[in-house]
């Protein structure tokens, strides 16, 4: 059967997803640094690009939508038993990829709130009580090994397709591009450019109001009695 290409990833989500592997890293890397204030940076832009992913998951072309990937009882079993032959993330790989999505979600979030109790806090600290903050800080900070651990996972899932079953996955997440057989699969339809700015505004909106921007000022420092 002759062999045709078919555009599966649009380029919003190719880059998505190597921009993601970028400030993840940078987040894990920069905090055994102990550079606080760039682990601040690398974390604000991971929750920007997961609320252009949350925005995408609706308004994407065909295969980014969370629609036409996410997981159920049927496509599990059909995959399970060599009976899936869809052109998106595998439902087995979809359930992986909504759990790394939650738990970098979560641990962005948390990051807002968290305090090292030394010389840096999250941008949104000032709004909740110590209480709340110092609960949120021991949530972030317990969740390292889950990433951790879904990352491992991701890789190792990749690795087995790529190395084992043969099936290019890497390569079409760089090019958006997968070659196929089947004479019947369509490429990618829809995310152009509206639903592309509306998901970068809506991007930009979540970090600028996670960065404190509707914060009260903080009080002024109590005078310098000159003691
Ligand atoms: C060198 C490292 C990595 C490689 C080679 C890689 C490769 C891939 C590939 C090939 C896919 C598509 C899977 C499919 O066809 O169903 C994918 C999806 C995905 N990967 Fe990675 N990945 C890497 C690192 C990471 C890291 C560090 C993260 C985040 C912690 C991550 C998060 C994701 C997510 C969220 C998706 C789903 C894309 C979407 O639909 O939004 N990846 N990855
Ligand atoms: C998804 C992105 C993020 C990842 C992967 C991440 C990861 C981590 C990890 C692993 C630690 C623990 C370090 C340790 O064991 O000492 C940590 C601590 C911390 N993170 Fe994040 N973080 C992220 C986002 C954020 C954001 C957005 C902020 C705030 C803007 C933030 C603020 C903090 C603070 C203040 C601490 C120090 C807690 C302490 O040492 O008591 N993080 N982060």
Redesign the pocket.
Known sequence: MPVRTVRVWDLPLRLFHWLLLI??AG??VS??LKA?DW??W???A??GLLSFRLVWGLIGSTHARFWSFAPGPKSLADYVRGRWHGLGHNPLGALSILAILAV?TF??V???F?????A????LRRAVTGATASQL?SW??R??YV?YGLIALHLAAIAFHEFIKRERLVKPMITGRKRLESQDALDARGGGWIAFVVALLVAVGVVWV?NGALLPPPPPPPPDLGW
């Open positions: 400030c993840v987040a894990l905090v055994q606080m682990h601040g690398f974390g604000l991971v929750l970098l641990q962005a948390t990051g807002l968290a305090d090292d109790v030394i840096y806090t999250g941008p800080t972030h900070m969740m390292e990433i996670a």
